[in-house]
């Protein structure tokens, strides 16, 4: 190489690692911003920053050198662990408990009620949601981004999770450590998905089921039934002009009576032949 030059095996990690270098994130300006409303009994370490209209709740501990954006709305019982970055407007509901060097960006709610109906003769009946939600070390967490908490047990993220902006997560469900999930995931109630596993945005994932540790799966995949076997998951059909996708879509509702009528014409045709065979005989 004609210049001088930083030779790397993982060229975009080493990246990652001199852009941090170089820009490293603020530290904390300690100390509590005279129109925050704080609890008489929350708890926030004198290294801390709390931002401008922020709200803390009763029975609330914020840890050493954290940050907390402005307007951010924290509930009662919430514990966040040191070197925790909340962006303006996070709102942390009741019970929540999030780890060390997490980030949380714009917007994000955690904790909210999810999603919870039984149907009576009368109408819908509301089921309380009486769980948490515990979030890991060094999770980061979109803008956007739900997670509502548990119905009776807790959702649970592991340490390492890294979920982008507007990504919905039901009540109960479990994220295995350092998995990554891309905008737009939706993900229903009580599945858990294992470790190190990336899901492409836009993906639907129904609920009550299990995905495994390792598990890749690309863009706008339906997911449907659990996956036990590590590997890459595909389950999307392309764009295509508005009359060809009515057509190919109309002619995948008869695919299994088409798959029907040719098991049956291979079943004529082998009974053809062995008639033949015997007539030659």
């Given at each position: 190489?004609?210049?001088?030059?930083?030779?790397?095996?993982?060229?975009?990690?080493?990246?990652?690692?001199?852009?941090?270098?170089?820009?490293?994130?603020?530290?904390?300006?300690?100390?509590?911003?005279?129109?925050?409303?704080?609890?008489?009994?929350?708890?926030?370490?004198?290294?801390?920053?709390?931002?401008?209209?922020?709200?803390?709740?009763?029975?609330?501990?914020?840890?050493?050198?954290?940050?907390?954006?402005?307007?951010?709305?924290?509930?009662?019982?919430?514990?966040?662990?040191?070197?925790?970055?909340?962006?303006?407007?996070?709102?942390?509901?009741?019970?929540?408990?999030?780890?060390?060097?997490?980030?949380?960006?714009?917007?994000?709610?955690?904790?909210?009620?999810?999603?919870?109906?039984?149907?009576?003769?009368?109408?819908?009946?509301?089921?309380?949601?009486?769980?948490?939600?515990?979030?890991?070390?060094?999770?980061?967490?979109?803008?956007?981004?739900?997670?509502?908490?548990?119905?009776?047990?807790?959702?649970?993220?592991?340490?390492?999770?890294?979920?982008?902006?507007?990504?919905?997560?039901?009540?109960?469900?479990?994220?295995?450590?350092?998995?990554?999930?891309?905008?737009?995931?939706?993900?229903?109630?009580?599945?858990?998905?294992?470790?190190?596993?990336?899901?492409?945005?836009?993906?639907?994932?129904?609920?009550?089921?299990?995905?495994?540790?390792?598990?890749?799966?690309?863009?706008?995949?339906?997911?449907?039934?659990?996956?036990?076997?590590?590997?890459?998951?595909?389950?999307?059909?392309?764009?295509?002009?508005?009359?060809?996708?009515?057509?190919?879509?109309?002619?995948?509702?008869?695919?299994?009576?088409?798959?029907?009528?040719?098991?049956?014409?291979?079943?004529?045709?082998l009974d053809n032949d062995s008639l033949t065979e015997q007539e030659d005989t």
């Amino acid at each position: 190489c004609s210049v001088t030059a930083l030779i790397a095996t993982q060229p975009y990690v080493t990246y990652a690692r001199i852009a941090a270098l170089l820009h490293p994130p603020a530290s904390p300006t300690a100390g509590i911003h005279a129109s925050a409303i704080v609890a008489a009994t929350a708890s926030i370490d004198n290294t801390s920053e709390i931002g401008a209209q922020v709200v803390i709740g009763a029975n609330t501990h914020i840890g050493e050198n954290v940050i907390v954006g402005a307007g951010c709305v924290i509930g009662n019982d919430i514990r966040i662990a040191a070197n925790t970055r909340l962006m303006p407007n996070v709102t942390l509901l009741e019970g929540t408990v999030i780890g060390a060097r997490c980030i949380i960006n714009s917007g994000a709610v955690i904790g909210s009620e999810g999603f919870g109906f039984a149907p009576s003769n009368e109408g819908w009946v509301k089921v309380p949601q009486i769980g948490r939600v515990i979030i890991g070390n060094d999770v980061e967490i979109g803008a956007n981004t739900t997670i509502d908490r548990g119905a009776i047990g807790d959702t649970v993220i592991g340490n390492g999770v890294k979920l982008d902006n507007q990504i919905q997560i039901a009540h109960n469900v479990q994220i295995g450590d350092h998995t990554a999930i891309a905008a737009c995931t939706g993900i229903s109630g009580s599945t858990t998905i294992g470790k190190h596993c990336m899901i492409a945005g836009q993906v639907g994932i129904t609920g009550h089921l299990s995905i495994c540790d390792n598990v890749v799966i690309t863009g706008k995949t339906m997911v449907s039934s659990s996956i036990r076997t590590a590997g890459v998951y595909s389950g999307s059909l392309h764009a295509d002009e508005a009359r060809i996708f009515r057509r190919n879509a109309a002619r995948f509702s008869q695919l299994d009576e088409l798959a029907k009528q040719v098991k049956r014409l291979g079943k004529d045709e082998l009974d053809n032949d062995s008639l033949t065979e015997q007539e030659d005989t």
